[in-house]
């Protein structure tokens, strides 16, 4: 049995940065894999999404995210090869198409 967590529209900004992760700490203990609904932004901003991939970054379980509606503008943003990030495409193969990637 594989056990998830999920939460949806985090709404990462600089008021909450450190917080999701703080409250991530020990999830492994009670899950094998976090997903993560959108909205993970509030304004899609690339800051925003650096936040974000930081916040779910190295929690001790794969976090499978999913792009909201105030991710958009982030969704048009080259993400950084160092955000740790990988696509839908990357996970189901080459023949998956995203948007995103």
Known sequence: ??????????????????????????????????????????????????????????IGVPVIAVLGNHDYRLAKVRVPPDADLHSARDQAGAGARSRLW
């Not at 998830?4 to 999830?27: P, Q, S």
């Open 1 to 58: 049995m594989i056990r998830v967590a999920a939460v949806g529209d985090i709404h990462v900004g600089e008021d909450v940065r450190g917080l999701y992760r703080k409250r991530l700490t020990g999830i492994a203990d009670d899950a094998d894999v976090l997903l993560v609904a959108g909205d993970l932004t509030r304004h899609g901003t690339a800051e925003e999404g650096r936040m974000a991939a930081e916040e779910l970054r190295d």
